[in-house]
């Protein structure tokens, strides 16, 4: 994808070579012995490239190709000026000195790309040793000294600190910690810790407080049920989870700077933001004009239960919501500390992927959520998660009760945490993932009407739409009852279809189970489903007046049992490179640097477009909006229309973007 070299890189070379040339004759015509012959040579040769760099490299001669063409011509009568003036008062000629130029810039650049090369095979052999098949799903392996690094906690500052790496902000002053070029401040407490009468209740917010306390340590991670495919499962997990994290550049700004807010994924059941996937460091250190910050909230039965049946249950109305309300919180947090940060309260751009993604559609909504984010990233977002009636979420409650042998809200609240986590874990096996519910008061009941009636006005949206997503929930949840999952999820499709449209997904299933496997054809059936209902949510907010931008991912996986969807998107994005190894990818870091420069460009409002050379090697390219798609595929990418992607499964299409009650 990447062009080795450029025009523009042997046009700095000609003027380079005037300085590597006329630097050695002059000190040779001034007499002086070879080694300063050598220092005048590379002074003057290098000091005319790096500027040349920085002039044919920028935005403006680079952004039009009359201006290109003009700093071309520009070049080359310098360097036959130069290389005349030379011929006749010095003797020489620069001819050479262009070659020998010219032959370091091919050189060097072929010398990258091999380094580069072997660096990239070396990991892909790391992986494969590790992963074999990818079967197994994700291996993430850590020693002790790395969970007890993840397990630290934050202390009061009694005595002196580090004042360059503190923030006051009015809930307390933070003492964090640099490394290199950013400063990180874990486990900033945003809430009141949801604990005793405060458990299932809505968060409440932290008083004004003093107090000098670390934040060197993330938070502990919500509660939750085990799961073997993240490295959160070696975090600790406490009630006491509503924290956040920020990680700024270590240089000061006049400025206040854009504010990027990630929301954590997996299913509302597992994750938190001490995943270093979800680790905002090299980000900041790419774009250090952005505020990072990440942050956990509750889940499962502690974050999306109906307790409305359970005598007691009337003291808790928020519980169905609690997770979204923990969100809400988070972000009115940000909005009144985070100038203290260095960053802009009225630029917040959200982002957020899998479950992440789906609550910041519903908040985009939210009469409590409003003003709190303009811009939103989410990829993967399934409207079709959220629970349209109570009726799940309250069978969920009688057998938390029946697990628990309880009666009442006053015997739940008295359970210990691990009592209810380990009754939410055998709830989990038979029921599957939590999630919020549309309860017409919080969010709407129907959130593709509330799309079309311009409820999100305001926002602006990049919408990314998975290809091959099912096989990396595979990977978290583990091949155990992997197929029956997907025969349930496909039979649960074909309930909401008229016989016409079940009969035509019944067809397609067995025309593909005859080439591959009946687990594999309907594997193709829910990641077609899983596109359409993220492309649908772009549809319906178009269709209500947002301005939309789409994001296809097609790109193929190392491991093609380990899928390609949300890990590898959340890694390419962030550049963590060494993270998305231990989960058995591999970041190609032309597209990182590609889609890391137009999400930087989202959040602080620029246009979606690369100028050329603005990311070194591309040509220029504009980013269009719906329905066209910037298509990330093959390590390449594009923008076109992808419908025709989405609607192989005709019965399916039909009823999800033609037919679905608006």
């Known amino acids: 994808m990447r062009k080795l070299f450029t025009v523009d890189d042997f046009m700095v070379a000609l003027i380079a070579a005037l300085g590597y040339g006329y630097g050695y004759a002059i000190a040779e015509l001034a007499g002086w012995p070879m080694p300063l012959r050598m220092v005048a040579c590379f002074a003057l040769g290098l000091a005319l490239e790096e500027i040349m760099d920085k002039v044919i490299f920028s935005e403006a001669v680079q952004k039009t190709t009359r201006n290109r063409v003009i700093a071309y011509v520009a070049i080359i009568l310098v360097f036959l000026a130069g290389h005349f003036i030379a011929t006749q008062w010095l003797g020489t000629g620069m001819i050479e000195d262009a070659e020998e130029e010219f032959l370091w810039v091919i050189g060097l650049a072929v010398l990258g790309f091999v380094v580069n090369l072997v660096i990239r095979w070396n990991r892909i052999r790391r992986i494969r040793k590790a992963y074999g098949d990818g079967d197994a799903g994700y291996v993430i392996n850590v020693d002790e000294k790395d969970v007890e690094e993840l397990n630290g906690q934050n202390q009061p500052v009694l005595g002196e600190y580090d004042a360059e790496c503190t923030v006051k902000t009015r809930t307390g002053t933070y003492v964090g910690e640099k490394d290199g070029k950013v400063v990180y401040y874990l486990g900033i407490p945003y809430a009141q810790a949801p604990v005793g009468d405060l458990r299932w209740k809505a968060p409440e917010p932290l008083p004004p407080s003093d107090a000098v306390i670390e934040a060197k340590s993330f938070g502990a991670s919500a509660m939750q049920v085990e799961n073997r495919g993240a490295l959160s499962e070696h975090h600790r997990q406490d009630e006491d989870c509503l924290t956040l994290n920020v990680y700024v550049a270590a240089r000061e700004a006049e400025e206040r700077k854009p504010v990027l807010v990630l929301f954590h994924h997996s299913g509302f059941a597992f994750g938190g933001s001490a995943d270093p996937l979800l680790d905002g460091e090299n980000y900041v250190k790419a774009f250090p004009d952005i505020v990072f910050v990440s942050f956990n909230y509750r ?96 069978a969920l409650t009688r057998d938390l009760l029946r697990e628990t042998q309880t009666a009442t809200m006053e015997e739940l609240v008295r359970l210990k945490p691990e009592a209810l986590q380990e009754a939410a874990q055998k709830i989990w096996r038979n029921w599957g993932m939590s999630a919020p519910l549309l309860d017409g008061r919080l969010v709407p009941a129907n959130m593709y009407r509330a799309y079309q009636e311009s409820a999100a006005a305001g926002i602006e949206f990049v919408v990314g739409v998975p290809s091959d997503e099912v096989l990396v929930f595979r990977s978290f949840v583990g091949a155990e009852g992997y197929e029956d999952l997907v025969a349930s999820e496909v039979n649960n499709i074909q309930k909401k279809l008229d016989a016409r449209r079940a009969a035509a997904v019944r067809e397609y299933i067995e025309k593909k189970a005859a080439l591959s496997s009946e687990v594999e054809a309907q594997v193709e059936v829910l990641d077609q489903r899983i596109a359409l209902d993220a492309y649908r949510a772009a549809m319906k907010l178009v269709e209500g007046g947002n301005k939309v931008h789409l994001m296809y991912w097609g790109q193929k996986p190392l491991l093609e049992s380990l899928g390609s969807g949300t890990v590898d998107v959340l890694a390419t994005l962030l550049g963590n490179e060494d993270e998305l190894e231990m989960y058995g990818g591999v970041v190609d870091k032309d597209l990182s640097e590609i889609l890391q420069t137009l999400l930087h460009k989202y959040v602080i409002g620029d246009a979606l477009q690369l100028y050329r050379n603005e990311v070194y090697g591309i040509d220029a390219f504009n980013w269009e909006p719906f329905p066209k798609a910037l298509i990330v595929s093959d390590n390449r990418f594009s923008c076109g229309t992808i419908e025709d992607k989405l609607t192989e499964i005709d019965g399916l299409a039909d009823y999800m973007l033609r037919e679905k009650e608006s």
């Open 299 to 394: 889940l499962g039965i502690f974050g999306f239960a109906d307790l409305s049946e359970v005598p007691g249950g009337q003291a808790c109305p928020d519980a169905p919501n609690l997770g979204l309300l923990d969100q809400i919180a988070a972000l009115k947090w940000v909005k009144e500390n985070i100038a203290a940060f260095g960053g802009d309260p009225d630029r917040i751009t959200v982002a957020g992927f899998e479950s992440g993604a789906t609550c910041i559609c519903l908040l985009a909504v939210s009469e409590q959520a409003k003003g709190l984010f303009k811009r939103a990233f989410v990829f993967n977002a399934n409207l079709e998660e959220p629970y349209e009636t109570p009726d799940v979420p309250r």
